[in-house]
């Protein structure tokens, strides 16, 4: 029997199976945060990169997302998920090592970070697109939005802790010593998901024709499904406008706002908090608005909170910021929990993983479009203003399903059969 054919006995969210998913992604998230931290200062203080040297090693990390994820989504389908996350663990591990084992030895030099982030970048999107077809696997159907908002948790908790945990172990270790914590992230997430019991595939179905045949029959069932595409779209357009609020907000908050270093690390935090708060109550919003309502009304609701963000002023005034950041990124994080269930509930199985890197590529795609866009932003329009427009552009993402016909919907439809043979055999 199917997880989405199960809807009884002991809630699944405490089976062991997902118990070992959550807490090997969610140590993985917390220790993976902390290279971010390390590698800027180990290539402006040792190896006296330039601030452009150092935004490539950001660009890099992106570039995967951009070059690997279709076709990884066509391959990873023929794979068993666990294998997947278990190699992909494996090279990460193997690759962030790299930098302590080269300041050891004393031969590190930038373009070793460059090829580290590199390959750990395209390990990440290997193990995120099996990542996502795993919740299936284990939950019933009616339960995919609370998994979802379970590991969004997760995710929630490393952004708030990750930054200030590589900013300690900076401070007690050095920085080239630092990645060493993220080394053993992904090794206890290897333990995890060596401990999984679950071996299969997917779906059993094989897929017909080569990889470009694969991939537009990926495509062609994200644009043939309206809540998908819509979901996609909407998805894409919050990313970009969250990338563009991540490349301003520093700048904003030092400059603008003339706040201290001690005063910016707590600030930030608070986007982690609003995060964690967003998936507490995204499971409790599907129960009462429907799970394809609660995908785009709450984020609706919330997103002219952002607006407060480019209002904020020295003193109380950053009060604004807070309340602005805590509302805003509760709402983006609901939003991210219903996208990632319409993706798997309104999926057929033998299809997931290249519907996974198709709307992943179209989504995370646009992370490096939308810092390019805030850098650019801001140079001609100052950063205040500049995160007025995108605070303002943010609203368009939930605003373009409310306008649509997929605000009839109060839950996901389940995947028709016959829709899928038929939309294949075009």
């Known amino acids: ?57 950001t660009a890099l990390n992106y570039l995967p997302w951009l070059l690997c ?12 998920p666990r294998a997947v996350l278990l190699a992909a663990d494996i090279g990460r591990a193997m690759s962030i090592s790299l930098i302590p084992i080269l300041y050891g030895v004393g031969i590190l030099a930038l373009w070793h970070i460059y090829l580290v982030v590199t390959a750990v970048g395209m390990c990440t999107v290997a193990y995120e697109i099996a990542y996502q077809t795993i919740p299936p696997m284990l939950l019933p159907r009616n339960e995919l939005t609370r998994g979802n908002a379970r590991l969004q948790a997760g995710r929630a908790v490393s952004f708030t802790l990750g930054p200030a945990l590589g900013g300690l172990l900076v401070t007690l270790l050095g920085a080239p010593l630092t990645p060493v914590a993220n080394t053993v992230g992904f090794l206890i997430s290897g333990c995890c998901t060596a401990a999984l019991r679950i071996r299969g595939k997917v779906s059993s179905e094989k897929p017909t024709g080569g990889l470009v045949r694969q991939l537009t029959d990926g495509m062609r069932f994200v644009i043939a499904e309206p809540l998908l595409r819509t979901s996609t779209l909407a998805s894409a357009i919050g990313n970009c406008c969250f990338a563009g609020y991540e490349a301003l907000v520093v700048v904003f908050l030092a400059q603008e706002v003339t706040l201290p270093p001690s005063q910016l690390g707590p600030l930030m935090g608070v986007a982690g908090l609003g995060s964690l708060l967003g998936a507490a109550l995204a499971g409790r919003l599907a129960k009462r608005l429907g799970s394809a309502r609660s995908v785009w009304l709450p984020a609706l609701a919330v997103a002219p909170f952002g607006l407060l963000l480019p209002a904020t002023r020295p003193g109380w005034g950053t009060l604004l910021f807070v309340v602005g950041t805590l ?50 932003l801001g140079g001609a329009l100052g950063p205040r203003n500049a995160l007025v427009v995108i605070m303002a552009g943010w609203i368009l993402a939930p605003l373009l399903m409310a306008c649509s016909r997929v605000r009839r919907l109060r839950d996901i439809p389940a995947p028709d059969p016959q829709r899928h043979s038929d939309l294949l055999s075009q």
């Open 327 to 376: 509302v805003f990124c509760a709402g983006f994080a609901t939003f991210t929990v219903g996208q990632a269930t319409v993706v798997q509930s309104a999926t057929p199985p033998a299809l997931l993983s290249r519907v996974v890197a198709c709307t992943r590529f179209a989504t995370r795609s646009m992370l490096f479009c939308g810092g390019l866009v805030g850098g650019a």
């Open 1 to 57: 029997m199917s997880a989405h054919d199960r809807d009884s006995g002991p809630s699944p969210l405490r089976q062991r199976d997902f118990q070992l998913l959550w807490l090997g992604s969610t140590v993985n998230q917390i220790l993976a945060m902390t290279s971010p931290v390390a590698f800027p200062l180990i290539a402006a203080d040792l190896l006296g990169a330039s601030v452009t040297q150092i935004g490539l090693i």
């Open 69 to 80: 994820t279709l076709p990884f989504g066509v391959y990873i389908g023929r794979l068993p």
